[in-house]
């Protein structure tokens, strides 16, 4: 059985996951100082982008405070390369066998990401009682995550895709709900003009979400 106490640690860390995609390394430590200056200590920094593993590498070097969880991990290739950096959880928006053999390998925690009943309950087989549900908005939302929670009734999901600070409020009300996952709060253009005073109010905004 998978043990995903560490895992059940860090997703109670903030209300909201920050989906990171950097485009510039540079970028990756003033976004994490600003994340944590409004109260949010935990990011996925997701590997959609050559910047990604790079931008992890700095901050968990740099910045110790903020918990880095790697996203997008598609390949077992990856799993190992992000644990070899240390990222202290692992994301994917689905599974696979040779992705679910590298987290059975490895000491950092994995949130695999499932859409259907089908996809959960194979999770769950393995021990996941924790789950992404991915793509949220577009694989039915909340009348979807109220549907599979009355039959499937031990996992616990961070809906990813789609989320807003308009309806993180009503995901978070789900009682099979313990986080949610979005980008909202590093827009691109925030980024790009190093506004991390405006990411810094949308971190603290987002913080105050009540679960």
Same mark, same amino acid.
């Given at each position: 059985m998978i043990? *995903?106490?560490?895992?059940?640690?860090?997703?109670?860390?903030?209300?909201?996951?920050?989906?990171?995609?950097?485009?510039?390394?540079?970028?990756?430590?003033?976004?994490?100082?600003?994340?944590?200056? &409004?109260?949010?200590? %935990?990011?996925?920094?997701?590997?959609?982008?050559?910047?990604?593993?790079?931008? @992890?590498a700095a901050m968990v070097a740099e910045v110790p405070g903020m918990v880095v969880g790697a996203g997008? #991990?598609?390949?077992?290739? *990856?799993?190992?390369?992000?644990?070899?950096? =240390?990222? *202290?959880?692992? %994301?994917?928006? &689905?599974?696979?066998?040779?992705?679910?053999?590298?987290?059975?390998?490895?000491? #950092?925690?994995?949130?695999? =990401?499932?859409?259907?009943?089908?996809?959960?309950?194979?999770?769950?087989? &393995?021990?996941?009682?924790l789950q992404k549900f991915f793509p949220a908005e577009p694989a039915g939302g909340i009348? @979807?995550?109220?549907?599979?929670?009355?039959p499937i009734t031990d996992v616990r999901f961070c809906p990813t895709g789609g989320i807003t600070l308009g309806n993180a409020r009503d995901y978070l009300a789900l009682a099979n709900v313990v986080c949610v996952g979005g980008s909202w709060l590093t827009p691109a253009d925030a980024m790009r003009d190093g506004d991390w005073r405006r990411i810094t109010a949308l971190a603290a905004e987002a913080a105050a979400l009540k679960r």
């Open positions: 043990d *995903q106490g560490r895992l059940a640690e860090l997703l109670a860390i903030s209300p909201v996951i920050p989906v990171l995609t950097i485009e510039d390394v540079a970028h990756a430590v003033p976004l994490a100082r600003a994340l944590l200056e &409004g109260g949010i200590g %935990v990011v996925e920094v997701t590997l959609r982008t050559r910047a990604g593993l790079p931008a @992890m997008t #991990v598609l390949t077992a290739a *990856q799993y190992r390369a992000v644990d070899e950096i =240390g990222a *202290q959880f692992v %994301v994917s928006p &689905g599974s696979s066998p040779l992705v679910l053999e590298a987290a059975a390998r490895s000491k #950092v925690p994995f949130l695999p =990401g499932a859409a259907t009943p089908t996809e959960v309950l194979h999770l769950l087989e &393995g021990g996941y009682l009348p @979807m995550l109220k549907a599979i929670g009355a």
